[in-house]
Every structure is written in structure tokens, then in C-alpha cells.
């Protein structure tokens, strides 16, 4: 049981809007504390892909972003390509917990 | 170009140990929070713990998982980091990433290295 808290799966076709939610509580983004999103390509490394709720590294396409509100944050993806597919990864720090925390994933299905 | 290249996975037996490294390069480690992050196979991501940079006080935080079983420490000379791993359980089989931290999130990652706890 994550202490943030994904759907397990989303899926969307090519071109189309998708967004996947991170749940958490007032001890993690209900505390204020930032919300990060990781993408982690089959077989691959995680790699960042919004930090600090709604900011892009350099190189991460404009087709993604990020937002937060009270104690959930979301992932959009617009333009969905098949390159998409991916696991995607919330993750916030826990003040119970005195430590960061991850959301148990999503898996992107592009049909 | 920003590079953290693990080594030091494989097998070993529940009770056993083993020890993780990280070779750094590419910015300036000394001043760098390092974190370790595990994936267990076919599972999600769980934060195993982190190491302040020297300036900072240089000392680490664990997940209640591993806390007194793993050891993390930095040989900022090498620009290396290292994960003790004691009192292996086969619920420690995962890869182990590690990562470079900056204001709790992590911007770099490494490959990883799979650990094996089986007898």
C-alpha cells in the first residue's frame, strides 16, 4: 500500500489528453510539501519528468505538465504519441514518515 | 554530462551482506545530497534513504524498511557512494538506483543494480 496513491493504469489514443492523479494526505501534499512525476520507459532508468509540481526540465517536452491542489496532484500528457508509454511515478516527502515517498506507479497504455 | 554508474549487485543469502557503489561524475559530488532508490522486481519505487553532503552535516536518513539493516556513506575523494547492505531479507531483492537528490526530488539516476536475496 503506497502512501501516495495512483490509478493503476490509464490509457488514451494517439493525440488525445490523459491524466493520471496522485493521491496523498496532510502529511505530504496536503502539507505543502512539492509533488515530482518520474517516466520510466520499459527496462529503463526513471527519469524526471516534473519537479516541484508543475516545472519541466530542460529537454521534457511542453506536451506535459504538472499541477497540485489541497491534497492530490495531477499529470497531464496532451498530444499523446506512442513514445508515451511508459510507467509514470508521483512523488512527494512525508513529514510521519521523515522521508520521501512514491506513488505506487501508473502504467500508460497507448492504443 | 551529469553519469552515477552502480555496481556491487548479486546474489547473496538471506542474512547476508553486500555492498553497493556509485561512481559519480560530472558535477561537483562533495556538494551534492545523494539518495538511494529500490525497485522490487515487477513493482513500483520505494526511497531507501539519503546522505546530506558534508556542508550539511554529511548524515544519512532510512526508510523505516531498512533502518539498522543498511548504511549509507560517501567517499567524497572518490566521488562514490556506497549502500551497506546487512541482515539481507528476500524482500530486499529489488535494483537499487541511485540517484542525485536537489531539494527532494531526484534530476539524475543511474542504471541500477540488481540485488538477489535467495538461498
Known amino acids: 500500500q503506497s502512501v501516495l496513491t495512483q490509478p493503476p493504469s490509464v490509457s488514451g489514443a494517439p493525440g488525445q489528453r490523459v491524466t493520471i492523479s496522485c493521491t496523498g494526505s496532510s502529511s505530504n501534499i496536503g502539507a505543502g510539501y512539492d509533488v515530482h512525476w518520474y517516466q520510466q520507459l520499459p527496462g529503463t532508468a526513471p527519469k524526471l519528468l516534473i519537479h516541484?509540481?508543475?516545472n519541466r526540465p530542460s529537454g521534457v517536452p511542453d506536451r506535459f505538465s504538472g499541477s497540485k491542489s489541497g491534497t492530490s496532484a495531477s499529470l497531464a500528457i496532451t498530444g499523446l504519441q506512442a513514445e508515451d508509454e511508459a510507467d509514470y511515478y508521483c512523488?512527494?516527502?512525508?513529514?510521519?514518515?521523515?522521508?520521501?515517498?512514491f506513488g505506487g506507479g501508473t502504467k500508460l497504455t497507448v492504443l | 554530462e551529469v553519469q552515477l554508474v552502480e555496481s556491487g549487485g548479486g546474489l547473496a543469502k538471506p542474512g547476508g551482506s553486500l555492498r553497493l557503489s556509485c561512481a559519480a561524475s560530472g558535477f561537483t559530488f562533495k556538494s551534492a545530497y545523494m539518495t538511494w532508490v529500490r525497485q522490487a522486481p515487477g513493482k513500483g519505487l520505494q526511497w531507501v534513504g539519503h546522505i546530506k553532503s558534508k556542508g550539511h552535516g554529511g548524515t544519512a536518513d532510512y526508510a523505516a524498511a531498512v533502518k539498522g539493516r543498511f548504511t549509507i556513506s560517501r567517499d567524497d575523494s572518490k566521488n562514490t557512494l556506497y549502500l551497506q547492505l546487512n541482515s539481507l531479507k528476500a524482500e530486499d531483492t529489488a535494483v537499487y538506483y541511485c540517484?542525485?537528490?536537489?531539494?527532494?526530488?531526484?534530476?539524475?539516476w543511474g542504471r541500477g543494480t540488481l540485488v538477489t536475496v535467495s538461498s
Open positions: 540517484t542525485r537528490e536537489y531539494f527532494w526530488y531526484f534530476d539524475f
Open positions: 516541484t509540481s508543475s
Open positions: 512523488q512527494s516527502y512525508d513529514s510521519s514518515l521523515s522521508g520521501s515517498v
